[in-house]
């Protein structure tokens, strides 16, 4: 199972209630799904957690470590195997094709598309070319491009918005 759940961004507004909405998820999947607290990755902003089986087993949701964490994970996968993703936090459409993206609490939301490994698309490619016999995923994220109705590109871009 991987989970990341991202409220304290360093470059981009704060979104409530993420890391809580993480730690429910992994609670609840551990006691529904039966998913062990060593085939867990809890990712959160600021690599803690108050779930006490996962104290050792959660990480900081960087650039860096989402990458390596889900190298881990796809490496770790056996046949058979079922993966969880969970993702709470920020998601971004990188214009002008509004491709989605999840955004680590360290990029830059201008800068998000330097890194093509965080296009969702391309995490939907790594999960599914997995070993793993299923792959669900739980996108807990709106990827327009606003929080409270501010573009979180800066004043040079603009994102569109239902009304």
Same mark, same amino acid.
């Given at each position: 199972?991987?989970?990341?759940g991202?409220?304290?961004?360093?470059?981009s507004?704060?979104?409530?209630?993420?890391?809580?909405?993480?730690e429910?998820f992994?609670?609840?999947?551990?006691?529904?799904?039966?998913?062990?607290?060593?085939?867990?990755?809890?990712?959160t902003?600021d690599?803690?957690?108050?779930?006490?089986?996962l104290?050792n087993?959660t990480?900081?949701?960087?650039?860096?470590?989402?990458?390596d964490?889900?190298?881990?994970?796809?490496?770790?996968?056996?046949k058979g195997?079922?993966?969880?993703?969970?993702?709470?936090?920020?998601g971004?459409?990188?214009?002008?094709?509004?491709?989605?993206?999840?955004?680590?609490?360290?990029?830059?939301?201008?800068?998000?598309? &330097?890194?093509? =490994?965080?296009k969702?698309?391309?995490?939907?490619?790594?999960?599914?070319? $997995? !070993? %793993? #016999?299923?792959?669900?995923?739980?996108? &807990?994220?709106? =990827?327009?491009?606003?929080?409270?109705?501010?573009?979180?590109?800066?004043t $040079? !871009? %603009? #994102?569109?918005?239902?009304?």
């Open positions: 199972m991987f989970v990341i991202i409220e304290d961004y360093q470059k507004d704060k979104i409530s209630f993420s890391k809580r909405s993480a429910l992994t609670k609840t999947a551990m006691k529904v799904f039966g998913v062990p607290s060593y085939n867990t990755y809890l990712i902003d690599g803690k957690t108050n779930i006490k089986a104290k087993r990480y900081r949701a960087t650039a860096g470590s989402l990458r964490q889900m190298r881990y994970l796809v490496r770790d996968i056996k195997d079922n993966i969880y993703f969970y993702y709470s936090g920020h971004i459409p990188v214009l002008p094709t509004r491709e989605p993206y999840i955004l680590p609490s360290d990029k830059i939301p201008d800068f998000v598309s &330097d890194d093509s =490994f965080f969702v698309k391309n995490i939907y490619k790594a999960l599914s070319d $997995s !070993k %793993a #016999s299923q792959v669900i995923v739980f996108m &807990d994220s709106c =990827f327009t491009g606003q929080t409270d109705g501010k573009s979180v590109f800066g $040079s !871009k %603009a #994102s569109s918005r239902l009304s």
